[in-house]
């Protein structure tokens, strides 16, 4: 049987719009990393993008399970010595809910320059409204 190597101007991408209301938040990441990667394709194959685009609205309402909310925690680092930070959930969600979707998101993709091209395709946004009505995007239902 021979491995089909499909051209990267054939490939046809999707775009898919994602309402996180009341979603778990790995859930939603867990799904999305799916579609931006393109695994549920059938030319897929693990060495090219295959990926479709996903817009993410309402992502100031994604929920955590558990203790979740008060325990989990954002790490950064200046790169300087002594220059770590720490952020809560709750800090993160007050001043920027999309961080939190892509930061799921992007542990859940590969940590290369395939990885940080298939992150270019995601689209998060706090509120209910995009600018991406002109790319007709289908809904995708992920329960």
Not at 16 to 40: C, E
Not at 76 to 95: D, N, T, V, W
């Amino acid at each position: 049987m021979k491995t089909v190597v499909v051209d990267e101007k054939s490939i046809k991408r999707n775009w898919y719009v994602v309402d996180a209301t009341d979603i778990s938040l790995g859930r939603i990441a867990s799904k999305v990393a799916q579609v931006l990667i393109g695994k549920g394709k059938v030319a897929y194959s693990p060495n090219q993008d295959h990926g479709d685009f996903v817009v993410i609205v309402n992502a100031e309402k994604v929920k955590l399970t558990g203790t979740k909310p008060e325990t989990k925690e954002y790490f950064r680092h200046s790169h300087y010595p002594g220059g770590g930070k720490f952020r809560s959930f709750k800090e993160q969600l007050a001043l920027d809910p999309s961080k939190i979707l892509i930061h799921a998101v992007h542990g859940m993709v590969s940590k290369n320059a395939r990885g940080r091209r298939i992150m270019s395709k995601l689209h998060v946004y706090a509120g209910a409204s995009h600018p991406h009505t002109a790319q007709q995007p289908k809904e995708l239902n992920l329960n």
